[in-house]
């Protein structure tokens, strides 16, 4: 059985920084790009970040970049994410997704399309 299990969330004032992580298990992700969506409250899940598995190239939504990086442990089957310069409107469950293909397959995301998904985490960014 996969499961992906993040970690990490809490609560923040804005300028602070959190690391998030997702544990992979259950099958091997050779050619699974890795990635993180989130879902603010009343709007839909949005595509954050996502690293691929051979290179370790990275995508990021326009506005996370220079804030959030983007890392994977393809041994310990481990995604993280670190964030920094929080803002309230960062305030959301961020959810780890596991994807066979590319980056570009994740980052075109309607956000509910991935092969799998964790539970997700909560991070709460306050003024």
């Known amino acids: 059985q996969v499961q992906l299990v993040e970690s990490g969330g809490g609560l923040v004032q804005a300028g602070g920084s959190l690391r998030l992580s997702c544990a992979a298990s259950?099958?091997?992700?050779?050619?699974?790009?890795m990635g993180w969506f989130r879902q603010a409250p009343g709007k839909r899940r949005e595509f954050v970040a996502a690293?691929?598995?051979?290179?370790?190239?990275?995508y990021y939504t326009d506005s996370v970049k220079g804030r959030f990086t983007i890392s994977r442990d393809n041994a310990k089957n481990t995604v993280s994410l670190q964030m920094n310069s929080l803002k309230p409107e960062d305030t959301a469950v961020y959810y780890c997704?596991?994807?066979?293909?590319?980056?570009?397959?994740?980052?075109?995301?309607?956000?509910?399309?991935?092969?799998?998904w964790g539970e997700g985490t909560l991070v709460t960014v306050s003024s």
């Open positions: 997704a596991a994807n066979w293909g590319t980056i570009a397959t994740m980052r075109r995301s309607n956000g509910y399309d991935m092969d799998y």
């Open positions: 259950g099958r091997t992700f050779t050619n699974y790009a």
């Open positions: 690293i691929s598995w051979s290179d370790d190239s990275t």
